[in-house]
């Protein structure tokens, strides 16, 4: 059964503060690797993850995928209030008929 | 990004009626179109697969006869309630994709909540 999970689940830390968040994924036929953050509503998008080894880069955010240990991490660097969310991690499969999306972290970033 | 326009954002009814969902690709055609379902601080659970012009795949535990989807065009797709009762509260959000494409863009969601 196809399966992907978060860690940790919950997370508080305070302002400037680095964090890693992490996905592993069991997962037949993967073709790449998603991120997002949900906030209150619709989850937006942070990364698209398809090949190991290559750092995905958005500002204080980063990803890396790793395709032979089967996971991926979430960098925030320098943390602020406005971080604090729910990071989703998701996989997408070779047939794109499926996304499967793990539980999700919430990070809670505190003044 | 692609923009993806989920309507209503919230709605209230009572036990035993029916609820439309609307989900269009505003500017982008969404071959697939995926319905998910969250209750309060837990992640996105996939309802059902739909794909323009074929009938929902649904995954396993979802009643298709309750939760009726119809994705006529390659811009909307619907998702009715049917007979909805208190324990179908919960948000439900929808999102697209285009042809052999990867990324998911997601409506804003609908919050239900069934007296």
């Known amino acids: 059964e196809d399966k992907v999970v978060q860690s940790p689940l919950s997370l508080v830390v305070h302002e400037g503060d680095t964090v890693t968040l992490n996905c592993s994924y069991e997962?037949?036929?993967?073709?790449?690797l998603l991120w997002y953050k949900q906030e209150k509503k619709a989850p937006t998008f942070l990364f698209m993850l398809?090949?190991?080894?290559i750092e995905k880069k958005s500002g204080r955010l980063s990803s890396i995928l790793d395709k032979k240990e089967l996971f991926s991490i979430l960098n925030i660097t320098a943390t602020q209030t406005g971080d604090s969310a729910v990071y989703l991690c998701a996989v997408v499969k070779t047939s794109y008929d499926k996304v499967i999306f793990g539980p999700g972290t919430s990070l809670s970033v505190i003044p | 990004g692609a923009v993806v326009s989920q309507h209503p954002s919230w709605v209230i009814c009572k036990s035993g009626t029916s609820v439309k969902i609307e989900c269009r690709s505003l500017?982008?055609?969404?071959?697939?179109m995926f319905w998910y379902r969250q209750f309060p601080k837990q992640s996105l659970m996939l309802m059902a697969t739909s794909n323009e012009g074929s009938k929902a795949t649904y995954e396993q535990g979802v009643e298709k006869d309750k939760f009726l989807i119809n994705h006529a065009s390659l811009t909307l797709s619907t998702l009715t309630v049917t007979s909805a009762h208190p324990e179908d509260s919960s948000f439900y959000i929808c999102s697209a994709r285009g042809s052999h494409n990867e990324k998911l863009f997601f409506g804003s969601g609908t919050q239900l909540s069934v007296l």
């Open positions: 398809t090949s190991s080894g």
């Open positions: 500017d982008f055609q969404a071959t697939t």
């Open positions: 997962v037949t036929n993967f073709r790449s």
